[in-house]
């Protein structure tokens, strides 16, 4: 059941790059009915709720920010390539 609803609300995982120097962070390309997204994942990150607003800041240390943009650079490359809505 997960798995459909995963399938439903995020897409299908195409791709991904784990960003080196860390264990905590990846750069994912998505399919979500023909629609291509690049998604950042991390555990490092702070989350602040207030009224009318939600706000999650995802924090990268400085020898992470190089392969933070070779991974995106390379989603890209692929978004471009592939087939679909982006």
Known sequence: MFGRLKK?????????????????AWVFV?????????NIKSEDFTY???AGRN???VIFEPSAIDSLLDAIVSARSMIQQMPGKV
């Open 48 to 50: 602040v709720q207030g």
């Open 55 to 57: 706000d999650a800041t």
């Open 8 to 24: 439903k609300y995020w897409g299908e995982q195409v791709a991904s790059w784990r960003v080196d120097s860390t264990e905590k």
């Open 30 to 38: 998505w399919n979500r009915d023909g629609n291509l997204t690049l």
